[in-house]
């Protein structure tokens, strides 16, 4: 079999990791192969990354540099690897949320971020080169106001998730606008209904992709 690349994007309290776990749960029932990661992280390295940028002050050009650095070790030490071996690569953010986040929450220049994923995202192996994309990008997109309703009292939150609700909706409008720019690769998930309805959805936009049964 190929190999997968699903990502799951969203502001916190959308519901991503339910689904994600649910999703891993499904595909492994069919006998295929899932790793399961995240953005930033996924790599030891990465891992380090990820804990300066959701903690550490810094400039917005310095955080970008720093999640496209920990993208590049986590593309070459993981998922390349792991989509070379035919397996399903289920994703916790990817590039989107770097323009979501960077782009429309801290307001740093996209035509230098578009810059980075060419770099960053490039694979070799292909003629022309090509730019590494999930094959499907699921959107979890929720009014940012239910989000900090939900995520209340949860737990003591990195810089981001203290962002004021003004902030997740220039997010929630970077990420709408990256969906206008690739909508064959992203589906959108209205995040605000119920669990359940919600887990029907993305078994629904699953099943028309014919990759679940």
Same mark, same amino acid.
């Given at each position: 079999?190929?190999?997968?690349?699903?990502?799951f $994007?969203?502001i916190?309290?959308?519901?991503?990791?339910?689904?994600?776990?649910a999703?891993? +749960?499904?595909?492994?029932?069919?006998?295929r192969? #899932? !790793?399961l !990661?995240?953005?930033p992280?996924g !790599? &030891?390295?990465?891992?380090?990354?990820?804990?300066?940028?959701?903690?550490?002050a810094?400039?917005?050009?310095?955080?970008?540099?720093? #999640?496209f650095? %920990?993208?590049? /070790?986590?593309?070459?030490?993981l998922?390349? &690897?792991?989509?070379a +071996?035919? $397996?399903?690569?289920?994703c916790?953010r990817?590039t989107d949320?770097t323009?979501?986040?960077q782009g429309?929450?801290r307001?740093?220049? =996209?035509l #230098?971020?578009q810059?980075l994923?060419?770099w960053v995202q490039?694979i070799?192996s292909?003629?022309?080169? @090509?730019?590494?994309?999930?094959?499907? !990008?699921l959107?979890? /997109?929720?009014?940012?106001?239910?989000?900090?309703?939900?995520?209340a009292? @949860?737990?003591? =939150?990195?810089?981001f998730? @203290?962002? &004021?609700? $003004?902030?997740?909706?220039?997010?929630a409008?970077?990420?709408?606008?990256?969906?206008a $720019?690739? &909508?064959?690769?992203?589906?959108r998930?209205? %995040? %605000?209904?119920?669990?359940? %309805? #919600?887990?029907?959805?993305?078994?629904a936009?699953?099943?028309?992709r014919r990759?679940?049964?």
């Amino acid at each position: 079999m190929s190999g997968l690349f699903i990502s799951f $994007e969203g502001i916190d309290g959308a519901g991503k990791s339910t689904h994600i776990e649910a999703l891993a +749960r499904v595909f492994r029932d069919q006998r295929r192969t #899932v !790793t399961l !990661t995240r953005e930033p992280g996924g !790599t &030891p390295l990465a891992e380090k990354l990820r804990t300066l940028v959701l903690n550490d002050a810094m400039d917005a050009m310095t955080e970008a540099l720093l #999640v496209f650095a %920990a993208r590049r /070790d986590h593309l070459t030490q993981l998922i390349e &690897p792991a989509l070379a +071996r035919g $397996e399903v690569v289920l994703c916790d953010r990817f590039t989107d949320a770097t323009f979501a986040y960077q782009g429309g929450g801290r307001g740093f220049d =996209p035509l #230098v971020l578009q810059v980075l994923e060419g770099w960053v995202q490039a694979i070799p192996s292909s003629s022309p080169v @090509a730019i590494r994309q999930p094959d499907l !990008t699921l959107w979890f /997109d929720l009014d940012p106001a239910i989000a900090a309703e939900r995520l209340a009292g @949860a737990r003591l =939150p990195d810089k981001f998730e @203290a962002q &004021p609700v $003004e902030f997740f909706r220039r997010v929630a409008a970077a990420y709408a606008k990256r969906m206008a $720019e690739a &909508p064959l690769r992203f589906a959108r998930i209205d %995040a %605000a209904r119920g669990r359940a %309805a #919600v887990w029907q959805e993305v078994q629904a936009v699953m099943k028309r992709r014919r990759w679940l049964q």
